[in-house]
């Protein structure tokens, strides 16, 4: 019989250093889980994941047991990091912070692709292209 879930939590969590402090600890303590065990468990699975903020998804059981799903870094980080910028344009359309071109969107799309809601290779680089966009940074040939 499966297990009755009795909670999902989605924390952003930098790779390989979650700690029992906030936001981790408060997001977990009244869960009942053993903060400790989860945080061993994602900076375990997450610390070749360089020095992004990494999505979880932690599925709570009634019997205090859980499950772990990490995701893929935000496409607005690894676009960022791609093209060695710290932060994007405060003010996209007018203000351009940099350019990357169709193929490096290529090579973070093979990253970021299980995550994304299509199988569709070209939807898939539109939706990149347009957070390229609203990061301020030109996408070129």
Do not use: W
């Not at 990490?70 to 710290?86: D, H, N, Y």
């Not at 199988?119 to 939706?127: I, Y």
Request: aromatic share 2%; charged share 30%.
């Amino acid at each position: 019989m499966a297990k009755k879930v009795k909670a999902i939590i989605k924390l952003q969590i930098k790779a390989g250093k979650a700690t029992p402090a906030p936001p981790v600890g408060p997001a977990l303590a009244p869960h009942g889980l053993n903060i400790a065990e989860v945080c061993q468990k994602f900076n375990d699975l997450t610390k070749d994941k360089g020095n992004f903020k990494i999505p979880v998804e932690i599925t709570v059981y009634e019997d205090r047991s859980f499950s772990m799903v990490t995701k893929e870094p935000p496409a607005a980080e690894l676009i960022k990091a791609t093209i060695g910028i710290e932060k994007g344009s405060g003010k996209p359309n007018t203000k351009k912070v940099g350019k990357i071109t169709r193929d490096q969107l290529k090579e973070v799309l093979k990253q970021k692709m299980p995550d994304l809601n299509t199988k569709d290779e070209g939807q898939a680089l539109r939706t990149l292209e347009g957070t390229s966009r609203s990061l301020g940074i030109e996408v070129i040939d």
